[in-house]
């Protein structure tokens, strides 16, 4: 069993064994083996989970127990707990209590992983974790059906909210799974970021200290599902509203909103970004907080208060009155000549707060400024001054952020409330200000401090109860512990008449001048000869030194604390006057109106002072707690500088001094260190005796009395009790622990060799079996199907046959088999040698008798398909220029001897670019989109002289184009023909509709892309059917009236020429054949 830790280096046993399937000393019985992996709960192979193993690695990272420590003395806790704080093991226990010290860095503790790995786990089965302490919690309630509380406290830093977030992150994530419970848990986790926002703010300690007490129950129902909770709040330091120290901050909630509001929302409430235009931010000269994102936070904040039902109304209300408490702190009083406080009737921060709060301007500044006084049946108004008048603005702004809070913890738990009849449990969640001793402690300092003296005396209380009742249980004589009894200090404070509180109610009550000095004089009278009281007056020359007048001393159980006098009376009759009560009940702010109701305004009794309702609400807190069963985490800091690695002994000291763990730890002690059940201590240490090794066959209890006797206990060394044996000191345990760490070892290499053989000669004979039976049945498999196979061979073969001889015949059931082979046959020879291309006519195969039908119908389908495919991968240019081929094809196919060269050639787009064609040319046809181009040769009309020309075509007409002069421009609605020759030339005639003299005739040209220019001008003149290819010769029209012939003519050379008859001569070589 390790009780503490064990290094990575130290072996144990030389392989992993699944705890599911344990040897006998291989059972985790306080914690698990370093090398025991429960296969049930996943792999967890962290380096913390292994150094806590065995006792023999305790002087390396400590003990996780406190109890088990060999002396209870503050420098082996302190050691014990430096030890495992340098290793990054922040929680210890005393018993069950978990002490927990703040590493101020993030640590892989807290995933899921780690969830699963604590969940339904014995208390001592895993190292110290908070999600133990929780799960524990959680399943002795399911089992004991009782309620239970968790306290957390701790000095401010010390990872008390953290702690409680961490608890709330446990149940949301190991509870069951429903819909209705998915939001009940989402509630109970969204009330922090809002209760944090409102309730906490950043201190010289912490950057975010909760600056209120909080316990929450959490609701369970008979199944162990949350289905509810319910939030108390205690003692909101309100004064922080008012006043900050250097260095601290208001609550981060007006920080959220000035950073994070959006610019409609601020001008909305009439407020600016900037903290430094507002008298209640400034005051700590601390705005901006490395380690805050004020603006990710309020849209967290945004969310948090839509989850928990508040809606859009009331957020807007209660970021009004969170914008009123601002402004109210911007108010400034002048005095007049009497010194009377005044206010202008135009200031705006005042118009602000009315608007806010929608309360009438003049009566608020008459409230502010005015005291209303009734003597029976009149009233008459009492100037403030100036220091008055800010009296009652502050007061103001705490009550109603004071009561604001109240309301928004209400609304929470409205929000988590569960209304199912049926009975309940609880599980209590009291996260409270710790200890607090400063520089200089005032009234709330004095208040939390006796909050920690209530808390201390039901701990102690309790803690001994715990385990007086266990002693009870177990028919172990009840020993006296001896520890120091703080109901003295309680009294002092809280005592009815006498007590601090009493003292400081009266004075407040009493006519007549009470100051804060008064008040200490009467508690000189009252206390002065009390142990734990002493003053200025009341001290010897020596202590006097070190106390002011208006100081007194209390010694508390964590020790001295010296409180300053100052303020207490003014921070315990936290009053509004009556006239203030009257006109914020009036307010529009729905909020505002709940929180100060007609009851509340009415009533002509003075109300509790703070401190009464302080010490009222710890009574009720007392008694909720005492009903249930507890357990304790306390958080220390590991340093004032919140640095990582840092270990401040002093400080931790002190701590450990005022959390009362040394005392915790002796009660603890005062009786037996161990104690465990005798099944449970039986199984583990069995081996360690013959006579309870391997098996004990009788009752766990006369086992463990057998193996005690055998390793030698002393009688006053241990008990026997009930269920339990009781081991007095931890050295006993310890001894015990370091012979079964050598006895293990042995057992355990026996053990492996034994089963190692036994396993083997198993798995041989086995394997032997297995070979066997594999041949006999693999020879039978084999003989069936031989026989199958021939069997069936011979059928095959007769029908066969059968078909074959009638094959003529119709399908019948002899020839059926013979006809689907033929078919088959043929299909999968037909599929080898399918034609490859459309062209190809000839390769089909012949197909038999019965399927000369079918391979018909699949020819056509094949040639088909692979039509289908060339059409789809022919591209668009493609397309086009098949298109032009076919126009090309029906024009001149069979007709000129020079087409068939042609064929294989492509048509170009355009034969001139437009960079090459003359600028001022285009600009005379810039209107006229050019659809081709080309080079050629004009031949003149009269002698028929050769020019070279570009011939253009737009989508209009036809030009040629020499240099920079249009010469001709042919509409083609005037466009009556196109001859070619039959022969190889490339001369073009273009037949043109000229009725006046004066007008050009046709056009003769010669062309190297005779069939190019054809084609493209037929489609684009949309002149097919004038194309014409004429043989032998060419009449042309030179002018209207005026006509002349082309001849052609074949010979060796082509060759063109005038001849003496005046016609046109053309001589063309013999096309080649193909």
Known sequence: MPLCEVSTKVPLVTSPVCCCNKLPWEAPLLWPQPSTICCSRGTSTEVEMDMEGALNARDQVGIQDFVLLDETSEAAFLN??????????????????????????????????????????????????????????????????????????????????????????????????????????????????????????????????????????????????????????????????????????????????LEGGEEDLLHQLGLERDCQHYSYLTQGECPVVPSINDKNDWKTVKNALQVIDIDAINTNHLFGIVASVLHLGNVKFEPDGKGHATLNNKNAELRWVSNLLGIDAHSLQEGLTYRKIEAKTDQVLSPFTVDHAVFVRDALAKAIYGHTFTWLVNRINESMENTDPLRKTVIGLLDIYGFEVFNINSFEQFCINYCNEKLQQLFIQLTLKAEQEEYQAEDIEWEPVQFFNNKIICDLVEERHRGIISVLDEECLRPGEATDLTFLERLEEKMGNHPHFVSHKLADKKTRRTLERGDFRLLHYAGEVTYCVVGFLDKNNDLLYQNIKDLIWQSKNSIVRQCFTSTDTDSKRRPETVATQFKSSLLKLTEILVAKDAWYIRCLKSNESRKSGQFDEALIRHQIKYLGLMQHLRVRRAGFAYRRKYDVFLQRYKALCPATWPHWRGEPADGVLVLVQHLGYFPNEYKMGRTKIFIRHPRTLYATEDAFEKCKHQLATRLQAKYKGYRAKGEFRKQKEAATKIETCWRGVQARKERDKRAWAVKVIKQFIKGYMTRGQAKVTDNSEYLAFVRQNYLNRLKENLPKTVLDKTTWLSPPQVLVETSEILRKLHYRLMVRKYVRGITPQRKTQLQMKFIASSMFKGKKESYPQSVAQSFAETRISERDINARVLQMIRNEHIKYSVPMIKYDRNGFKTRPRQLIFTQAAAYMVEDTRIKQRILYTALKGISVSNLTDSIIVLHVACEDPKEKGDLVMQCNHLFELVTKLSIIANKQNVVRVAQGSIKMEIQAGRESVIEFSTGPEPNVYKAKNGHLMVVATRARPR
């Not at 959490?218 to 006043?243: T, W």
């Not at 250097?246 to 909103?257: A, D, P, S, V």
């Open 80 to 257: 014990n707990l430096k030890k495992r704080f340098s290793k990054d093991l922040i929680y210890t226990y005393i018993g069950t209590l978990l002490v927990s010290v703040n590493p101020f860095k993030e640590l892989d503790i807290y995933n899921k992983k780690q969830m699963d790995l604590y969940m339904g786990v014995n208390f001592f089965e895993l190292p110290p974790h908070i999600y133990a302490l929780a799960d524990n919690a959680y399943h002795t309630m399911l089992s004991e059906f009782n309620n239970h509380f968790i306290l957390i406290s701790g000095e401010s830093g010390a990872g008390k909210t953290e702690a409680s977030k961490k608890i709330l992150q446990y149940y949301a994530v190991s509870c069951p799974s429903t819909a209705l419970l998915n939001t009940v848990r989402d509630k109970m986790l969204m009330s922090n970021p809002v209760l944090e926002a409102f309730g906490n703010a950043k201190t010289l300690k912490n950057d975010n200290s909760s600056r209120f007490g909080k316990y929450m129950d959490i609701q369970f129902d008979s199944e162990g599902d949350a289905v509810g909770g319910h939030i108390l709040n205690y003692l909101l330091e309100k004064s922080r509203v008012v006043h900050q120290n250097h260095g601290e901050r208001n609550f981060h909630i007006f920080y959220q909103l």
